[in-house]
């Protein structure tokens, strides 16, 4: 159950991310509040993850999932380059995440 609280509070992140450009610096109300509320909700889902898990492997799981879905979602929406280094990168990350998985304790 934790592993599933912290995939949606990764998941929430990228929310979070690209609402931050959806609402233009929180210019506008309803992604701002929209944004606002996937920020939260993805802070209290690590929260509550972190009660069993260890706060080394699932920050970086988090920030993982946020980072490469970001750059993932940058790419397939926003039309942000692709190039083979930005994609290794990515693969980099989740490869680094998943090996942390893998030996956590």
Do not use: H
């Amino acid at each position: 159950m934790p592993w599933m609280l912290l995939t949606v509070a990764g998941l929430l992140e990228i929310a979070f991310a690209l609402g931050m450009k959806w609402s233009q610096g929180f210019t506008r109300p309803l992604p701002g509040g929209l944004t606002a509320l996937a920020g939260l909700a993805s802070i209290y889902l690590l929260s509550l993850a972190l009660r069993s898990l260890p706060v080394g492997t699932a920050y970086a799981v988090w920030t993982g999932i946020g980072a490469v879905g970001t750059a993932l979602a940058g790419v397939l929406f926003m039309g942000e380059s692709a190039t083979l280094a930005r994609l290794a990168c990515m693969a980099a990350i989740v490869g680094g995440v998943a090996g942390l998985r893998l030996v956590q304790n």
